[in-house]
Structures are given as C-alpha cells and as structure tokens.
C-alpha cells in the first residue's frame, strides 16, 4: 500500500501494534528505495535495532545506509532544540534534508517520523499540532514526501482524532491493501496555485484549511487569480465549499476554480453564489 505514495504525500499512520509499526517501516523504506529517493527515517529506538529489524523483513538496511539511500536517526532530532519543540528547527531540517537529497542524485525525500517521543507532553500538544499543520503546507511540493508513526496505545483517542485532522490522509490499523491517501495536495506554478485529488471532507479539512492560509506566500506574486484545479477530486462536502469561499474572500486576487465537479460547483453556487463579487471566485467547468 505504500508503494501508493507519491511526492507531496503527507500521511498521519496511526498503527496499536509492533508488527504494524516495523512492517510500516519496512514498507516505507522499500517504497522510497524503489522510486529512486532517499529515505530519512527518525527512530524512537536505536539505529542499530532499526537496521536488524529490517533486515528481519527482507530489507538490508545497513547496505542502503552505507551507499547513503537511508539515513535512521533518533526521533526529536529534527524537532527539538535544547528548551523543547521547535517549529523553525523542523522546517530548516526538512529543507536541509531535501537538499541533500537533490546534491546527492536522489529524486527527492521520504521522511518518516516516529512521534512516540512526543506522547504525554501536555506542553507539547498544540505545537505538536502546529507542526503537522505546518507539515502539511511543506510537503506539498513535488520533491519530498512525509510519513508520521502514531501508537493509539499511548496517544489518547481524542488527541488522535485532532492529530489525524491535521493530515491530508490517514492509515488506519484496520485498513486494507487496497487502502490510498484520501486527499493529496500539491502545489503548481502554471498557473500558480494548488491541484486536489480524492476526496476532502471533515476528516482532512483542518489540513486543507492549513495549506489555502498560506498558499498566496508560498507561492509566487501575481496579479492573477490563483488557480485552484478540482479537475481531480471526488467529493467535497458543505464544509469544504465554506472553506474556499472563504478562502476566496481573502486572497488579494481571488481564485479561479478550474475543472470543479459538478457536485462542488452546486455547493458553491447555493453557499456562495458560484462568484463572490470583489473576490473573485469563479468556477471554469
């Protein structure tokens, strides 16, 4: 099911058991290994017993490691600084890491990240939610991917749901061979805007949210509309539409809804009016 991963990917694995955890990694590093990219995987144990228990699974880590494919380090690495979580540090260390992986004739970067270090921080919660929210901006971007480990045994149920909300997708223990990621977004330059696929509702709309507030930053200056294309999306429901109307409102120039499903076009047209005058906001079908 991994395999289905793509760049711009940013995927909340929720697993309650071991086996799940270790068969998760080995698929990751397998999937990005195979797609020509490195693989940056930050461990709540040891890099050592990372390396033996993918070998256990068919996986000669260690060999990966020493032609510098795979990289294991311990989880907070890339989080932390010495007075605790840091947003900064994350982001600078995802670019640093992508860079990397460029120089070295990589396609691009699998990062996956064991969160168990953050499990029971109070403190760290709403910034352990700003992160992932962040997270989900960064990666969608069509050179890195992301993968976060979560263990239901030691994260509440209800931390879990507000954790997952934050990721376009989510990997359920009880899900299937067949399972994909829900929503994907990636982020275009022509014409300059942002491309859904799948399905977006109230299970991934606090990362929606998350990336429209920061699409007119991340991308570059325009007089133009930014484009959203729906050419490849499902389903969206009621909440969605809300979502970029309002969007809509506040962007300098509007957007332009290129593609959109009859289904949302019907959802914008009874909420929003289809346009939203001084904003901008038109759907080309």
Not at 65 to 94: H, I, M, N, P
Request: glycine share 12%; with cysteine.
């Amino acid at each position: 099911m991994l395999d289905r991963l793509s760049p711009g990917d940013h995927v909340c694995r929720v697993y309650g058991e071991e086996d799940q955890r270790a068969e998760t990694v080995a698929g990751f590093v397998r999937g990005g290994v195979r797609r020509g990219h490195k693989v940056v995987y930050f461990a709540v144990r040891s890099p050592g017993a990372v390396l033996e228990e993918l070998a256990s699974r068919g996986v000669d880590g260690r060999v990966l490691c020493d032609r510098g494919q795979l990289e294991v380090a311990r989880a907070g690495d890339g989080y932390l600084t010495s007075d605790g979580f840091d947003l900064g540090t994350a982001v600078a260390g995802w670019e640093r890491e992508i860079a990397r992986a460029r120089e070295g004739g990589y396609a691009g970067l699998w990062e996956m990240g064991d969160m168990a270090w953050a499990a029971g921080e109070g403190a760290v919660a709403e910034r352990l939610l700003r992160y992932e929210r962040e997270a989900t901006r960064f990666f969608s971007r069509d050179d890195a991917l992301a993968l976060c480990l979560y263990d239901r045994r030691i994260f509440p149920e209800e931390e879990l749901d507000a954790i997952a909300a934050v990721h376009p997708s989510t990997l359920e223990p009880a899900d299937d061979a067949d399972w994909a990621p829900l929503l994907r977004m990636r982020r275009t330059s022509r014409p300059p805007g942002l491309r859904l696929i799948g399905e977006a509702d109230a299970s991934n709309s606090h990362a929606l949210a998350a990336t429209l507030a920061s699409l007119a930053g991340d991308l570059p200056l325009t007089d133009e509309p930014l484009t959203l294309d729906l050419t490849e999306l499902r389903f969206a429901d009621a909440a969605v539409a809300r979502l970029l109307i309002r969007t809509a409102r506040v962007l300098p120039n509007g957007m332009r809804i290129a593609g959109c499903p009859s289904c949302v076009a019907r959802l914008l047209t009874l909420l929003g009016g289809g346009w939203i005058p001084g904003a901008g906001l038109r759907h080309d079908g």
